[in-house]
């Protein structure tokens, strides 16, 4: 069965192997592009946090700082061991992957069996690990949003402060 699809600017027929490769092909781009966007938001939040965090020091009181620095620490602890276990995931995946054709007789079948037991089970660990997932999204997030939010009000009342008594 042909699909018609935009393909490179220009309507082109396509097999149905062709047009779910491209759909795979396309999903896992878009997958990396919005990985890698994610993670630069990320360091540029935590980058902007130690900005603010160094310049309010200056006139908080100490337990407000050791407050915030605690939640950004700990937000920085998660996000590191997050990061950590997703790379040695990815180099678990990518050895079993290199394994695969590293036999002693190489074939695409092979290939393609250890692929899909791969898959197999990489889809029943993503459904076992979604509750870990969220906690640890929410061990990163929250206590980034927290200190960002402690942050931001001791701006807020500075610049409040500077206003009533400039309007004084």
Not at 88 to 94: D, E, S, V, Y
């Amino acid at each position: 069965m042909l699909r018609k699809t935009f393909f490179g600017g220009a309507m082109s027929e396509l097999s149905d192997k062709e047009f779910f490769e491209f759909q795979r092909e396309t999903n896992a781009e878009m997958f990396n592009h919005s990985h890698g966007y994610i993670q630069g938001l990320v360091v540029v939040a935590y980058a902007g946090f130690f900005v603010l965090w160094d310049q309010a020091k200056e006139f908080s009181s100490p337990g407000v700082w050791a407050v915030a620095g605690l939640l950004l620490t700990t937000s920085l602890g998660f996000y590191a061991a997050w990061e950590a276990f997703a790379f040695l995931f990815r180099q678990r995946l990518m050895m079993r992957m290199a394994e695969a054709i590293t036999v002693s007789e190489p074939s695409r079948e092979t290939y393609q069996m250890a692929a899909r037991e791969m898959l197999v089970g990489l889809q029943q660990f993503v459904r076992r690990f979604r509750t870990w997932w969220r906690a640890g999204m929410c061990c990163i997030l929250v206590p980034l949003a927290a200190a960002w939010v402690l942050i931001v009000a001791l701006y807020l009342i500075r610049v409040i402060r500077h206003l009533t008594a400039w309007t004084a």
